[in-house]
């Protein structure tokens, strides 16, 4: 677990402390996600921590080699993440207006502890895109389907839509044939 006390940065002569670890993702970790994540490896985190009054700032880089799940089939897909992050840590609990004011999140520090580790943990999670895919889902356009259901894509749902005639107007229609029908035979 990965965590760094408050008052050693805010008390360091050295203007920054860097970190530079492998992670071990948690067991509480991989339970808390379990629908979103199948597995992670090889992440690493680095960055640097400094203090600015009356917050510990932390900048850090994260990457990570996940499995997910298929948002379409959920069957598992290799991800590799690479993203950065920023977050500010209080020993007091934010006010309204400094949360508003701070585009960065603001943690309010419990018994001198920065939990890196869980910082580190939603992020990963907070990372993962809302839509990924297999290779083949990619590049064949595969879409579930089952026992008279299926999905399909938005352009195939557009063009149904335009070629499906409203049941009013098809009753309409057979009624006015039987009209013209009716006329005709006159």
Known sequence: MLTINFSNIKNSPNPLTHIDKDL???PEFFNRSKDLLIEAENVHVSGDLFYDEP????????????????SRSLDPVK???????????SETTPTKQELEDNPDPIVKVEDDVIDLQTAIEDNILLHIPTTILTPEEEKDDIFPEG????????SSFEEGKKNQVN????????????QDDKNSDK
Do not use: C, Q
Request: net charge negative; hydrophobic share 40%; charged share 20%.
């Open 55 to 70: 917050y510990v700032t932390g900048n850090f880089h994260v990457t990570a080699d996940l499995v997910v799940p298929s």
């Open 147 to 154: 026992n008279g259901w299926e999905v399909v894509s938005e």
């Open 79 to 89: 991800y590799h993440e690479d993203f950065s992050f920023t977050e500010n840590y």
């Open 24 to 26: 071990e993702m948690r």
């Open 167 to 178: 049941p009013a107007f098809a009753k309409l229609k057979i009624l006015l044939d039987n």
